[in-house]
């Protein structure tokens, strides 16, 4: 085996890691397929050969690649408001996610969660998801981000209390969270609001993404008013959407299929045995964009 190929089989050994920090720090899978070939780039660039501890180094290379992507989006984004769902890891249900998406989504890194992640600064995030999720020192991540690793230790503090605050604590029974989002979605369907209502959290937040073209993020909170959308979004589709059960980010989800095609992929965070966010992804242009050929029919 060549030096080259050599080097190469020893990143393909981390890819799966340094994915998964990417995708927390992004929200995007194919910007975090893009920070981890520029940290391949740059170790071939290298040679490896003054790398000691190579995982290490990967995952301090992929977050200065993140942080950079991080702060040019930030400084191009002309509209504060500007806001979408990061974009959720879908797998078939009755299958589960392959080894690579558990990777993605472990520690429970639900859409919810990255929602919040998303509210925080640059620095902040790569802070806490490098430290919290990823025990990567912060004396390491102090000359990333250009400060001491006291200040460092408080972007990290910050964004862990603005976490803890904002995140509900997602319950941990599949089994329970799957029959809990079934009844949720045969209310919706007969039109019960009562039973829609029970199976609720009352501070329940429902986020809809239907793409800048349709008026970017909308956001609902309160059970009534989210029974009232399930309801409204039912009767509006004439109830000829196929459901497919779904594995979201690691928890209960579903994928609608109207005429063959995936119209909306869903994300439910159960937490305290309600509902306490539901995500829904429904661009066109982004759900082209995802690999959903496992869950639509006639795979």
Not at 94 to 100: F, H, I, T, V
């Amino acid at each position: 085996m060549g030096q080259d190929q050599w080097l190469a089989s020893r990143f393909e050994g981390h890819r799966a890691h340094l994915k998964a920090v990417a995708y927390r720090m992004l929200g995007s899978l194919s910007e975090a397929d893009d920070a981890v070939q520029e940290a391949w780039l740059r170790l071939a660039r290298s040679g490896g050969d003054e790398v000691e501890n190579l995982g290490g180094w990967l995952t301090t290379v992929v977050g200065r690649v993140c942080l950079d992507m991080l702060r040019s989006r930030t400084s191009r984004r002309e509209d504060p408001l500007e806001e979408r769902l990061p974009d959720p890891v879908v797998a078939p249900a009755a299958d589960g996610m392959d080894p690579e998406q558990q990777v993605m989504v472990a520690d429970a890194v639900g859409l919810a969660l990255l929602v919040v992640l998303e509210s925080l600064g640059p620095a902040e995030r790569l802070a806490f998801v490098l430290h919290d999720m990823f025990a990567v020192p912060f004396e390491e991540i102090a000359e990333i981000v250009g400060r001491s690793p006291a200040a460092t230790r408080q972007l990290a503090s910050r964004a862990r209390r603005r976490v803890q605050g904002a995140t509900p604590v997602p319950d941990h029974d599949p089994v329970r969270r799957r029959k809990l989002v079934e009844a949720f979605l045969a209310a919706a369907h007969e039109g019960d609001f009562a039973t829609l209502l029970s199976t609720l959290d009352p501070d329940v937040v429902l986020r809809v993404d239907a793409g800048a073209a349709s008026g970017g993020l909308r956001v609902v909170r309160g059970a009534e008013a989210v029974a009232g959308q399930a309801l409204t979004f039912h009767r509006l589709s004439g109830g000829t959407a196929t459901i497919l059960p779904a594995v979201v980010n690691g928890t209960a989800g579903v994928v609608s299929v109207v005429q063959g095609r995936p119209a909306s992929v869903l994300s439910f965070t159960v937490s305290g045995g309600r509902i306490a966010a539901i995500d829904i992804l429904a661009d066109p242009d982004r759900l082209s964009d995802l690999d959903l050929t496992a869950l639509t029919p006639g795979h």
